[in-house]
């Protein structure tokens, strides 16, 4: 590692716990390969000190900040400006610097989006999709959807109250395109059928519960993209029940690793060696297998 002085760029990961993050050795390694003075570490802080923390870091030589668990929504306090994607879906987790100035984004819907385009060559433009979930991955998933033009989003989850809800915000704030999916079975599956992506934005599947399935499989048919958020296992049940029924499949590393390659934009307006980014990822979380 270079030597760090006081020109050095700072950039921080304020969450708490932040034992096992892989953003650190994932821009640190982009900041190395485009020689940039730059340098990104991790800081926990609990709820009660983030203010003082924010505050002190934008006194330093910051240039910009990530925001995670469980901090997302409470940092919007602290800052001077909100995009309105953000603002929309009511979390922040990148934030940039200029002149001790701070604008807080969002870019947790584009890092799923920019990942699915890549992954499965497509635009989200006009598709249809099927979102199971309505937590907080599911909302910025589904808002950034309706922002960047697609046709129709249909939201399932176990508390069916929440998809109403986020589908009324959707609808009211951004675009009529979104609509809850009732409980039944034969709802899903005629949803289902009428779209072109499928997106798992829950936890199920997530180890230790790897055999979890949030949807009955007899459901998929080939023509379906099947995208999942989960990344631990890297390849969830659902993701193979998906390619043995000759589906496309998109995983959820890929979020992982576009949120900061977006993040890393925004704050340096330089793109990031996403090749290098993606390896050291998938090199690290096989090291935790
Ligand atoms: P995140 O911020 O990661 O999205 P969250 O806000 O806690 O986390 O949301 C978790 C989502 O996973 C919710 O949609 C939740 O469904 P409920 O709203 O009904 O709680 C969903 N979820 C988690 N475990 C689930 C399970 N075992 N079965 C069905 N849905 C589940």
Avoid at 24 to 40: I, R
Avoid at 112 to 141: D, H, M, P, Y
Avoid at 184 to 202: D, P, R, Y
Wanted: aromatic content about 6%; overall charge negative; hydrophobic content about 40%.
């Amino acid at each position: 590692m270079r030597d760090l002085t006081t020109k050095t760029k700072l950039y921080v990961l304020l969450g708490n716990p932040l034992g096992h993050t892989i953003s650190p050795p994932m821009h640190n390694l982009a900041f190395e390969k485009l020689s940039m003075d730059c340098c990104y570490f991790p800081v926990e802080v609990s709820a009660e000190d983030l203010g003082t923390v924010f505050k002190g870091l934008s006194k330093m030589n910051v240039g910009g900040l990530n925001v995670t668990i469980p901090h997302k929504i409470g940092i919007m306090d602290f800052l001077d400006a909100i995009d309105p994607i953000a603002a929309t879906i009511g979390a922040v987790n990148t934030i940039c610097m200029e002149n001790g100035k701070s604008k807080g984004f969002n870019t947790d819907g584009e890092g799923f989006i920019q990942s699915l385009e890549e992954e499965a060559n497509i635009s989200v433009a006009g598709k249809r999709f099927f979102i199971i979930g309505a937590g907080g991955a599911a909302r910025a998933i589904s808002m950034t959807l309706a922002f960047k033009g697609a046709e129709h989003i249909f939201l399932y989850n176990r508390t069916q109250e929440k998809a109403q809800s986020l589908v009324s915000e959707i609808n009211e704030k951004i675009r009529h395109c979104a609509e809850a999916v009732g409980s039944e079975i034969h709802f899903q599956k005629e949803a289902l059928g009428s779209c072109h992506i499928l997106v798992n934005s829950t936890s199920i599947g997530m180890h230790p519960d790897i055999d979890a399935l949030p949807i009955d499989p007899s459901f998929l048919q080939k023509e379906l993209i099947v995208a999942d958020i989960v990344y631990n296992p890297r390849e969830t049940k659902l993701l193979q029940v998906a390619k043995e029924k000759g589906c496309l499949t998109v995983a959820g590393l890929g979020m992982l690793i576009y949120q900061g390659v977006a993040a890393f934009k925004l704050w340096t307006g330089i793109e990031p060696p996403v090749v290098e980014m993606r390896e050291k990822v998938y090199q690290l979380m096989k090291e935790k297998d």
